[in-house]
């Protein structure tokens, strides 16, 4: 049997290919696995889970049918998609995990996340991440009409992608410091991250000693798939169908 994990899909009604490749991944590959971690960024953007328009349910039908067939799924929440809440595993079957978890990958702790928490010299986002994470503020937030949210969000990812384009490139990436902090503070030898969009696998110096650091790739121009099992770990790509890629 194997695990699967993936992340940085970024879906949205925009990207037919991206869907496209998912949905094949979905219906093909993942239900012959034992389990599939979904750590964050699945959507281009999630307002919140009372969306049900057909593009979003079509995605929610994909998972009911994986986890309905036996195939235990996970969900970290991601710096797109940290909305995603209890009302959407409880229509898909998923299981929503905290922003950090230690799992057993057939014999080895790993401890698994979205990986923007380990991006700490990027001050201004975090800062951002401190403030969108409050509860009372995500309360405010689902209860404004879902068009006003739309528009907000719309907003608010007009001025992400403006700083983007601004900040330095090495600030983006994790802080090799925290990255340690991380390992030390779970005990473990093996990390599994994404939303960096750099896939590698990394070797660190611990006190716990030398330890792994898997970064998943995104699903912008291929999807990437990391394979795990009792062989060990690989970083896959997934091609998108040659008709979706002529029609972009």
Not at 22 to 46: H, I, S
Not at 75 to 84: A, H, K, P, V
Not at 171 to 199: A, K, L
Request: glycine share 6%; with cysteine.
């Amino acid at each position: 049997m194997t695990t699967l994990f993936i992340a940085d899909l970024h879906l949205s009604i925009l990207r037919p290919d991206i869907t496209e490749c998912f949905l094949t991944f979905m219906r093909d590959e993942a239900p012959k696995a034992e389990a599939l971690y979904v750590l964050g960024d699945l959507f281009e953007f999630w307002i919140g889970d009372d969306d049900d328009s057909p593009f979003h349910s079509s995605i929610k039908n994909a998972f009911k049918t994986l986890t309905q067939s036996g195939v235990a799924c996970y969900f970290i929440q991601g710096n797109r998609d940290f909305l995603l809440g209890k009302r959407f595993c409880q229509e898909t079957g998923m299981q929503l995990l905290p922003e950090t978890a230690v799992i057993d990958l057939y014999g080895t702790p790993t401890v698994i996340l979205h990986g923007d928490t380990l991006c700490t010299m990027d001050e201004n986002y975090q800062a951002f991440r401190r403030t969108v994470h409050k509860p009372w503020l995500q309360s405010i937030f689902n209860c404004i009409p879902l068009f006003i949210r739309r528009k907000i969000v719309t907003n608010v990812q007009n001025k992400i992608r403006a700083q983007k384009k601004i900040k330095h490139m090495s600030i983006m990436d994790v802080t090799p410091q925290e990255v340690v902090s991380v390992f030390e503070d779970n005990r473990v030898i093996q990390m599994i991250h994404g939303h960096t969009h750099r896939p590698n696998i990394h070797q660190h110096t611990t006190s716990n000693g030398l330890a792994t650091r898997i970064v998943l790739g995104d699903w912008y121009t291929q999807g990437s798939v990391l394979v795990c099992n009792t062989d060990g770990n690989s970083l896959e790509n997934r091609q998108f169908s040659l008709s979706d890629q002529k029609s972009q």
